[in-house]
């Protein structure tokens, strides 16, 4: 009786709010970390580092496969400033595997079948696209 008169009463809802609160607060640092580090990816891109820029994208994607915007800069990056086709279809077959519906990297796989000499194959990945929606992440 006495150790139970100091003691508040229990408050499941409150208890919820606050971790609720807890959770939607991590949710936002992990949102601001990705997008703070997708803007330091992007950085010695746009500064014309081609080459630190695509270690980034490499270390980037050595922590975390799935992580498409990498793959997708990274293969880009690779047809651009590399002239390296050959692993920029690599890196869109990659993102394939992960989601077959990203229309932009059907346009890209057919910049890199250009790339190799290979227009029919080109025309192949445009004709596939149309019917896919294009989607911001890619």
């Not at 229990?10 to 959770?23: H, I, M, S, T």
């Not at 993102?95 to 932009?104: D, F, V, Y």
């Amino acid at each position: 009786h006495g150790a139970a008169a100091g003691r508040r009463p229990v408050d499941d809802e409150g208890r919820a709010q606050r971790a609720a609160a807890r959770e939607r607060d991590v949710l936002d640092l992990v949102v601001a970390g990705r997008e703070r580090r997708r803007g330091e990816l992007h950085h010695r891109a746009r500064r014309g580092d081609a080459e630190g820029a695509l270690d980034d994208y490499t270390k980037s994607l050595d922590a975390n496969p799935r992580f498409l915007p990498a793959r997708f800069n990274r293969a880009h990056l690779l047809l651009a400033s590399f002239n390296d086709p050959k692993r920029a279809l690599d890196d869109f077959a990659g993102m394939l595997k992960i989601n077959s519906q990203l229309a932009p990297v059907y346009s890209g796989r057919a910049r890199a079948r250009v790339a190799l000499g290979d227009v029919a194959g080109a025309l192949e990945e445009l004709t596939a696209a149309p019917g896919l929606a294009p989607t911001a992440d890619a």
